[in-house]
Every structure is written in structure tokens, then in C-alpha cells.
């Protein structure tokens, strides 16, 4: 059974920094993309960022494009969402979320293109 393990979240304040990781469990970690998505209060959740199987192609929303990075480490199971130059607008539920396919970067922009989600961590970004 695939599991997917989010750190915990947190308080920062605007213009900060924050860094959330997932570690996977239950299947060959490198083999398949991995995505983060949020959903802030009120609003439907949302793509954030992907990443395919081997790290070598990343895709990120316009809205934290040149703030976040998304990156992984096959080794530890684990993907990375560094967060820089926080907004009140980026306070939100986050997910991660693996891929559906092995080796495949299809649909990794909405959230039929993943199967298994982590539990979500918030982060609350105050002006």
C-alpha cells in the first residue's frame, strides 16, 4: 500500500521561507512523478507544482513560478517543496501526491493524473 508522509507545515510570516517535504512508501518511488497541490479556505484545490520520475522535468503554476521549487531525492523517497517569498494568498492545505503512471509525466496538472495523496499539512502565511 502506498503511503505518502508530509512534514508539518507552519507560521511564517510574509516575504519568509518554509520547506515541506513527503516521503513515500508502499512502491518504486522513482518510477513515478510526483505533484503538490493546495487548497486554500473556501477554494477548490488546486496544481501547485510536478516533477517527473527522474527529476529532470518540473512544471509549476503561474502563481509560484520563481518562488517554489519542487525537487526530489530517489534515494530518501522523498519530494521537496521549498517555498520562498511567502504570501498570505499561498495560505493553504498542501498535498503531495504521487503519479498514476510509471514513467509517464501525462496529465500531472490536475488532479486525475495522481493516485495516492498525503494526509495535507497547513501553512499559514501571515501579512
Known amino acids: 500500500q502506498v503511503q505518502l508522509v508530509e512534514s508539518a507545515g507552519g507560521l511564517v510570516q510574509a516575504g519568509g521561507s518554509l520547506r515541506l517535504s513527503c516521503a513515500a512508501s508502499g512502491r518504486t518511488f522513482s518510477s513515478y512523478a510526483m505533484g503538490w497541490f493546495r487548497r486554500a479556505p473556501g477554494k477548490e484545490r488546486e496544481f501547485v507544482a510536478s516533477?517527473?520520475?527522474?527529476?529532470?522535468?518540473?512544471v509549476y503554476a503561474d502563481s509560484v513560478k520563481g518562488r517554489f521549487t519542487i525537487s526530489r531525492d530517489n534515494a530518501k523517497n522523498t519530494v521537496y517543496l521549498q517555498m520562498n517569498t511567502l504570501k498570505p494568498e499561498d495560505t493553504a492545505v498542501y498535498y503531495c501526491?504521487?503519479?498514476?503512471?510509471?514513467?509517464?509525466?501525462?496529465?500531472?496538472?490536475?488532479?486525475?493524473?495522481?493516485?495516492?495523496w498525503g494526509q495535507g499539512t497547513q501553512v499559514t502565511v501571515s501579512s
Open positions: 501526491a504521487s503519479g498514476a503512471h510509471r514513467h509517464s509525466d501525462y496529465g500531472l496538472g490536475s488532479s486525475n493524473g495522481y493516485d495516492y
Open positions: 516533477i517527473n520520475w527522474t527529476g529532470g522535468k518540473t
